[in-house]
Antibody, heavy 122, light 107 residues
Framework: QLQLQESGPGLVKPSETLSLTCTVSGGSISSSSYYWGWIRQPPGKGLEWIGSIYYSGSTYYNPSLKSRVTISVDTSKNQFSLKLSSVTAADTAVYYC??????????????WGQGTLLTVSS | DIQMTQSPSTLSASVGDRVTITCRASQSISSWLAWYQQKAGKAPKLLIYKASSLESGVPSRFSGSGSGTEFTLTISSLQPDDFATYYCQQYNSYPLTFGGGTKVEIK
């Protein structure tokens, strides 16, 4: 069973760049059956998909965040990463990484990391 | 973007009750719908995929139905462990989008 673990700073200053890493265990990030993604949840609110990446580097981003988001993959470390630039208080949220399983050529989250709270504050 | 609308937003029920949650998509998503359960402070857990397929290890009291734009999640006999928030999510097209959630509370 796949396990995912987010890591990164818990606090970022406004206008700075948020950087998070997800480490995958229990399977290879180079699997052809998975995309890998980031999803966030502001405190007390619902879920928002940020973007996804394939091991080859192919990416999909949420248009609402696309101008500020970069997702990358490091197959040698079995990790993928999120960078979100020019953060504001509205980016304060629990950030989850997830594996996205191939359901008949369409991909959707199955396993999730435990989540990491990222607060934007000076 | 495809908008996902869940109802009700909150549901009060007792152990043993049959519970139904509805999710509507703003356009047809065929059967490309998943349901998740989220408990406080925890990550969402996949319950149902492809509208009606039960994820491995999920109790059979959970079931999903629907296609096109209207979907339901049913819990046949609510158990104490089932009090949580439930989300639907479409994966027919990008961006992936979630419903606003339904919180199932103890009556």
């Amino acid at each position: 069973q796949l396990q995912l673990q987010e890591s990164g700073p818990g606090l970022v200053k406004p206008s700075e760049t948020l950087s998070l890493t997800c480490t995958v265990s229990g399977g290879s990030i180079s699997s052809s059956s998975y995309y890998w993604g980031w999803i966030r949840q502001p405190p007390g609110k619902g879920l928002e998909w940020i973007g996804s990446i394939y091991y080859s580097g192919s990416t999909y981003y949420n248009p609402s965040l696309k101008s500020r988001v970069t997702i990358s993959v490091d197959t040698s470390k079995n990790q993928f990463s999120l960078k979100l630039s020019s953060v504001t208080a509205a980016d304060t949220a629990v950030y989850y990484c997830a594996s996205l399983r191939d359901f008949d050529w369409l991909y959707s989250p199955d396993y999730w990391g435990q989540g990491t709270l990222l607060t934007v504050s000076s | 973007d495809i908008q996902m609308t869940q109802s009700p937003s909150t549901l009060s029920a007792s152990v043993g009750d049959r519970v139904t949650i509805t999710c509507r998509a703003s356009q047809s998503i065929s059967s490309w719908l998943a349901w998740y359960q989220q408990k406080a402070g925890k990550a969402p857990k996949l319950l149902i995929y492809k509208a009606s397929s039960l994820e491995s290890g999920v109790p059979s009291r959970f079931s999903g139905s629907g296609s096109g734009t209207e979907f339901t999640l049913t819990i046949s006999s609510l158990q104490p462990d089932d009090f949580a928030t439930y989300y639907c999510q479409q994966y027919n097209s990008y961006p992936l989008t979630f419903g606003g959630g339904t919180k199932v509370e103890i009556k």
